[in-house]
Nanobody
Framework: QVQLVESGGGLVQAGGSLRLSCAAS????????MGWYRQAPGKQRELLAA??????????NYATSVKGRFAISRDNAKNTVYLQMNSLKPEDTAVYYC????????????????WGQGTQVTVSS
């Protein structure tokens, strides 16, 4: 099995920064993509940032709402993805989730999606 454990959430004032981490463990052959989502009360889960596997740290994509303020990165040796969040705003308040698309075995090309447990980020005004 595979587990994703998130850390780094908390309470921060507007304009501040937080860094989220998400580490995967278990039966992992290759991690294809990593992403961060958030869900605010009464709203749908929103994709914020994603990073693919590959050289030079992989390619990244960002939602318009966070582009220029958030940065996603990955450490393949640690099976970990990070989300550096700067210039935080009260509207960034939400539960943040990581997701990874993982190939569990070298003998099968099948990939599976796994989610972290979520971490609360609260930005006060």
């Amino acid at each position: 099995q595979v587990q994703l454990v998130e850390s780094g959430g908390g309470l921060v004032q507007a304009g501040g920064s937080l860094r989220l981490s998400c580490a995967a463990s278990g039966s992992i052959f290759s991690i294809k993509t990593m992403g961060w989502y958030r869900q605010a009360p009464g709203k749908q889960r929103e994709l914020l940032a994603a990073i693919t596997s590959g050289g030079s740290g992989g390619s990244t994509n960002y939602a318009t709402s966070v582009k220029g303020r958030f940065a996603i990165s990955r450490d393949n040796a640690k099976n970990t993805v990070y989300l550096q969040m700067n210039s935080l705003k009260p509207e960034d308040t939400a539960v943040y989730y990581c997701e990874m698309v993982i190939q569990r075995s070298s003998t099968s090309p099948s990939v599976y999606s796994y989610w972290g447990q979520g971490t609360q980020v609260t930005v006060s005004s």
